[in-house]
């Protein structure tokens, strides 16, 4: 299992440091996490003078996402002194994001970064992030997740044992198809791969397409196989899972802005002194405007490799956009019902929207 560490200086500040055959895994480090997951002495992750915190996440290596968490370790071993110690778990290795958040309320786990729709079980308020159209663009997106409301959805998960530091992102989502789509009509009768999530298989069937949920290491076999015609992503994981390979078209659609809150456990916050929680936060809001704008980068170079691979790539008017937005007008009749408070929620985001 892969682990990576902040930096080299770091490896050296963990006792009985022996490296294996896999990148940054330690002999000591496999022995703290034993000890972890039978709740002894070393549940605090302690190797030597350095405290080990694991953070998992679904995404492959090299993602845009999987930078950025990179790059909080680096950021937390140097402001730390190298007192704490970031062990990064991609490509789910440590489990599905069900399954983390699940270590998280045990404490089994340190960290993770899930996707919103991974968290509406355990409050409502984090499905707005999941509603489509949501953001006019991505200041307007940034505004919401950073401010007041974003901390007031994140401050709906801590009864469920989850303390957010802040919203990374994997940049916006948008269709892959293997027709041409510009207004939501010409969604009729389309088989689409979404997440499993109420409000992404809504937003897609209300157009008259077949939403789907399938695992995304199904994605690519079943788009060439034609299982499905459709599938929806940020751009990162269109060009590193490869869909643009069996697709005609990517359709900026720019659905839903992919937050991804950088979350700890409730266990382990509690365990940190002061200063050792203010060296995560301080890491975490850096990392994720170092993260956000690496997003914007990656993103032009995978637009340029899917251009260049032949397929095209449609960009929407803001008409365009508009005509999706109203189209699935059901999927905010849906959430504002949800829950007392959504159609607040919704009007607030509203007005960041009208200033941008």
Not at 13 to 33: D, Y
Not at 42 to 58: E, F, I, Q, T
Not at 90 to 115: C, F
Not at 218 to 242: C, F, K, M, W
Request: contains cysteine; hydrophobic residues 40%; charged residues 25%.
């Amino acid at each position: 299992m892969k682990k990576r560490l902040a930096v080299i200086t770091a490896l050296l500040l963990t006792a009985g440091m022996a490296l294996s055959g896999c990148k940054g895994q330690t002999a000591s480090t496999e022995g703290n996490t034993a000890a972890k997951n039978e709740g002894s002495e070393s549940d605090s992750g302690k190797s030597g003078d350095a405290m080990v915190l694991r953070l998992g996440h679904v995404v492959a290596d090299g993602n845009s996402l999987d930078k950025g968490l990179d790059k909080f370790a680096e950021l937390v071993n140097e402001k730390s002194d190298g007192a704490l110690v970031i062990e990064v778990y991609p490509n789910s290795e440590l489990g599905d994001n069900t399954a983390m958040a699940e270590q998280l309320q045990m404490g089994t786990l340190d960290l993770m970064a899930p996707s919103t729709a991974a968290l509406s079980g355990f409050t409502s308020a984090m499905s707005v992030f999941d509603v489509p159209y949501l953001f006019k663009n991505e200041a307007a997106a940034e505004e919401v997740l950073d401010g007041e409301i974003g901390q007031d959805v994140a401050d709906a998960l801590e009864g469920s044992g989850f303390h957010v530091l802040s919203y990374m992102t994997q940049g916006w989502r948008n269709l892959t198809c293997k027709k041409e789509v510009t207004a939501p009509a010409d969604m009729k009768g389309i088989k689409i791969r979404t997440m499993d999530s109420q409000y992404h298989m809504q937003h897609f069937n209300a157009f008259g397409a077949s939403a789907t949920p399938m695992a995304m290491s199904e994605v690519y076999t079943a788009l060439q196989q034609g299982t499905i015609d459709a599938q929806e992503n940020p751009y990162t994981n269109i060009v590193n899972s490869r869909f643009y390979e069996v697709q005609d078209y990517v359709v900026e659609t720019q659905h839903i802005y992919d937050a991804d809150p950088l979350m700890v456990s409730a266990i382990t916050w509690e365990k940190l002194t002061d200063d050792q929680k203010s060296v995560l936060e301080e890491a975490a809001a850096e990392a994720t405007v170092w993260e956000r704008e690496e997003v914007l980068k990656d993103v032009e170079k995978d637009k340029q490799t899917i251009i260049d691979s032949g397929t095209k790539i449609i960009e929407l008017t803001d008409d365009q956009r508009a005509d999706f937005r109203e189209a699935a007008q059901e999927v905010y009749d849906s959430f504002e019902s949800a829950q007392s408070g959504n159609a607040d929620l919704i009007e607030q985001i509203e007005a960041v929207n009208d200033k941008k």
